[in-house]
């Protein structure tokens, strides 16, 4: 995926719900994480986000407002609401390709994804070692480990563009 956001001529834009920074350490550069990101801490009191390695506490200071005892990790609990909802609605409006990778397509709200980039007219590909919930809805589909059907995908894209 990072090759391909290299050298596709449009915008690769990754949407995970992973909580990694794996997608970075390949050298992807534009991902978008819904549910946070491990190596963060946000302060409950301020709302500012920064990188923070270390443990938490109750002791732990915000580095933005100082406030002590709202810091947590930067990732979301059940029940709040995930990152970049607007933007990924937008981005999913203007798509010309969504591609679904290695998800049971069943959690709210990316389980409305595939839809909602196929109302925008974009084809859609699923990309499973299994059947899904979801698989019906996709255009297309490749099946098998992530690890072999990601590199096909991106070597099939790039050689058509």
């Not at 994480?33 to 302060?43: E, N, Q, S, T």
């Not at 005892?69 to 937008?90: C, N, Q, S, T, Y």
């Not at 996709?138 to 995908?153: I, K, M």
Request: glycine share 10%; proline share 3%.
């Amino acid at each position: 995926l990072a090759r391909l956001g290299h050298e596709w001529q449009g915008d690769v834009i990754i949407v995970t719900q992973n909580i990694d920074d794996l997608h970075e350490q390949a050298g992807q550069v534009n991902v978008w994480h819904m549910h946070g990101v491990l190596g963060r801490a946000l302060c409950m009191k301020c709302r500012a986000a920064c990188e923070y390695k270390g443990d938490l506490s109750t002791a732990t200071a915000c580095v933005s407002c100082g406030a002590v005892g709202g810091m947590r990790p930067d990732v979301v609990w059940f029940g709040e609401i995930p990152r970049h909802l607007k933007e990924i609605e937008a981005a999913l409006a203007d798509c010309v390709l969504y591609c679904s990778i290695g998800t049971s397509g069943e959690v709210s709200p990316a389980s409305q994804f595939v839809m909602d980039a196929r109302r925008g007219g974009a084809l859609t590909v699923e990309l499973n070692i299994a059947i899904t919930c979801r698989s019906l809805q996709h255009n297309e589909e490749l099946r098998g480990p992530a690890s072999v059907t990601v590199p096909q995908l991106v070597d099939m894209l790039l050689t058509k563009s």
